[in-house]
């Protein structure tokens, strides 16, 4: 019995799931981008202030010593994008963290119901008629960006949205625009891909010779230019598979039409179907029916 | 389904059921605050750590404690081995109430619980992508599953009522449910299969931020070992603590073919364990003693104890006690691999860390308190529990 079963299940799994890595993704033809340049950045904090009025997020006076100010440690409920210094012996250098926009991101791979997906122009937004707050995304984010409202009774996810209600407006995200110096700028990912090579070309003593996102975990469409190593400023993961091509690989392998788990379901009804007939008929010893006869004479001896 | 169950019978309001009660009472208390005030002020969860006690224990954990049914179900009705059908009706109010319990703690967990409706309603809005997804709506729907595959047994209450009407109505409904009850069982087989192997799935997706010892293809399959592993681990336990607690004679040749089988699924997780580390040129891993290499030797140590105290032991292996020890380390090393999954091994980086709230440690055993309470009002009123009582064998 156990064999029929498992070879039963088993031919149902292979038949449903030709483990093939499913096809790698791209960003959409209308992507757009951010390239942030770490050598044009004097760490004015424009952009910052630019983010949230753009958001209406408000000041973040949290921070123990710094009441007076707006001085969030890190991105958070009340921060979409940060500028921190790195210091590493002489050298040192400002960074803009943000949503990388990934071109496969793991937020949206784990989100229930589609809150946070690509949208137009391959941006990552938010939904919140879609969100439960299960908070998976945060768990997902391999730059740990999605934040969540600790501190509220009836959160919101937050997270840079590329300003998508801006560019709708044919306007840039609000932190490009405020930049005085150009070091983050908006544009089409595949220009932006095209500057930023350009820039190491002309420059190649000025920067690490790699455009960070061209295809660091699939690819992201806020890419990053920088003159000191990629992992001192926070973006460590050299990995160029994404992070939910494997999950996603196995998980559709096993589901893929529902077979398997349709073809599984039947073999059980069938093989409980097909025990209750050989109880009933040759009264195995062993069946549930026979052990409740038994119980029921030694209850009555 | 077991005829020669009956209800435990003896008082409710006990001493040690009025503490359940105040624990229950003060969780209560603390959930109306959670609700009021929001999660940061009652719990440790930061943006570095989103799943916390609640989800690491109360859901990944308690569904895998709860999943005796499962388990029992898999023995008695595919493998068609009768012997063990007095274990079904326990085994599956355990489940019941875990599941339940489980489904609550997410309800409890989740930012905007006031949407969680949509979830399994938004059909055209379902991320396929999705293990938490699949997770969710398998675990609604099992524990719609769990409470009819019960039905019967509540229904038998009343089926010999004085009042006629009730009667003939609780008959007519039991007897439906026993006819058709197949297809509901089989659902409850399939469903557990599903989710407790996408539990695995969900944390594949914490890529990196999961160590290496954890993060593998094959924490699907390595989750839906475990869970039937703590399956039967939570049945002996459960039935050696109900033999002793209603004066139940237990069957202790049944409990201990169970022991053999759950030594087996023992044998096969632990092989797949190492297999994979090798298979993954990560075995070098095992031997670095930091924090995650002494957790997985723990938990491979935890997991051994039952094994090796059945190969070195032969003539205890039906010995209730010492079955009673070997279950208890098979259920610790499964609930451990769980948590480490989801909490331990879990790393976001330097900046952040958790450690459960009071608050939280305070829900989390309040629950736990409801669950005993729901068990023993159950069990002491409804006919639930095989096996003769001790009186009526001594008689």
Redesign the interface.
């Known amino acids: 019995m156990l064999k029929s079963v498992a070879v039963a299940g088993a031919t149902a799994l292979v038949k449903a799931s030709p483990v093939q890595a499913r096809e790698k993704k791209t960003a959409p033809s209308n992507a757009v981008g951010m390239l942030y340049d770490t050598t044009r950045c004097i760490g004015c904090r424009a952009c910052v202030a630019a983010c949230k009025e753009a958001n209406g997020d408000p000041a973040d006076t949290r921070t123990p010593g710094m009441e007076a100010y707006d001085a969030p440690p890190d991105l958070n409920d009340c921060t979409r994008t940060i500028v921190k210094q790195f210091n590493d012996g002489d050298q040192q250098s400002f960074v803009k963290m943000q949503c990388m926009h990934c071109v496969d991101p793991a937020c949206a791979a784990a989100c229930m119901l589609g809150a946070l997906q690509k949208r137009e122009f391959g941006v990552v937004t938010w939904e919140p008629d879609l969100c439960i707050g299960c908070r998976y995304c945060q768990v997902a984010c391999p730059f740990n960006v999605p934040k969540f409202e600790w501190e509220s009774a009836t959160p919101r996810i937050v997270k840079c949205e590329m300003c998508s209600d801006r560019l709708a407006e044919g306007k840039e995200p609000a932190c490009c625009e405020a930049c005085p110096r150009e070091a983050v700028i908006f544009g089409e990912r595949a220009e932006l891909l095209r500057i930023a090579h350009q820039r190491i070309k002309q420059h190649p003593d000025r920067y690490v010779p790699k455009v960070y996102g061209e295809r660091e975990l699939g690819g992201t469409q806020v890419l990053v230019l920088s003159h000191v190593s990629f992992d001192k400023i926070g973006l460590m993961h050299e990995d160029e598979e994404s992070v939910p091509h494997l999950q996603q690989t196995i998980q559709h392998g096993i589901y893929k039409g529902f077979v398997a788990p349709a073809a599984l379901y039947a073999v059980l009804g069938g093989v409980m179907v097909r025990n209750r007939l050989v109880n009933r008929t040759n009264g195995n010893g062993d069946s549930p029916a026979d052990v409740m006869e038994a119980t029921k004479k030694e209850a009555r001896a | ?4 169950a009956t209800p435990a019978g003896g008082k409710l309001w006990t001493g040690p059921y009025k503490l359940l009660a105040v624990m229950a009472g003060i969780a209560a208390v603390l959930l109306i605050w959670r ?7 009652t719990t440790a ?4 750590y ?2 916390g006690l609640w989800i690491a224990f109360d859901v990944v954990t308690g569904t895998a404690l709860a999943c005796g049914g499962y388990a029992v179900a898999i023995l ?8 063990y ?2 274990l079904v009706r326990p085994a599956i109010l355990t489940s019941a109430l875990g599941y339940t319990i489980g489904g609550l703690s ?1 309800l409890i ?5 006031w ?2 409706y ?2 399994p309603i ?1 059909f055209w ?10 997770v ?1 709506l398998c675990i609604t729907a099992y524990i719609f599953v769990l409470w009819i595959e019960l039905s019967p047994a509540l229904l038998e209450r009343w089926t010999k009522s004085e009042r006629p009407k009730l009667a003939r109505f609780t008959s007519i409904t039991h007897d439906f449910l026993e006819k058709t009850l ?2 509901v ?3 409850g ?2 469903l557990p ?2 989710h407790q ?2 539990l695995g ?9 999961l160590h290496l010892l954890w993060h593998t ?1 094959s924490l ?1 399959l390595l989750f839906l070992l475990g869970a039937v592993t703590m399956g039967y681990g939570v049945v002996v336990m459960e039935s050696a603590l109900a033999s002793s607690a209603f004066k139940r004679e237990p069957d202790t040749r049944m409990l201990s073919s169970l022991y053999s089988v759950a030594v087996g699924v023992t044998w096969i997780f632990v092989s797949i364990r190492i297999l994979d580390l090798i298979a993954r040129g990560r075995l070098g891993l095992m031997l670095t003693f930091d924090l995650y290499g002494t957790l997985f030797w723990l938990e491979i140590g935890l997991l051994m104890i039952p094994v090796v105290m059945y190969h070195a032991q032969p003539s205890m292996r039906s010995n209730l006690g010492f079955m009673f020890r070997a279950a208890f380390f098979m259920v610790a090393a499964g609930a451990l691999y769980r948590f480490n999954t989801y909490l331990v091994a ?1 790393n ?2 330097e ?1 952040w860390s958790y450690f459960p709230a009071v608050p939280e440690i305070l829900v989390t055993l309040g629950l736990i308190a409801a669950e005993i309470m729901a068990y023993v009002y159950i069990v002491k009123r409804f006919p639930i529990l ?1 096996g ?1 009582t001790a009186v009526a064998a001594a008689a």
Do not use: C, Q
Request: charged letters at 15%; proline letters at 6%.
């Open positions: 389904m077991n005829a020669s609700f009021a005030a929001g999660l940061g002020a969860m930061n943006d570095g989103p799943f008695v009705y595919v493998l068609n081995k009768g012997r059908h007095p997410v967990d989740v930012g905007r619980p949407l969680i949509r979830v938004y809005r379902w991320n396929l992508d999705s293990a938490l997804l699949e969710a197949i297809w069982i089989a659902l087989l399939l299969t599903m192997s996408s799935s969900v944390m594949m997706l914490a890529g990196t931020k293809a699907p879990f976001p980086g900046n095989g003769r």
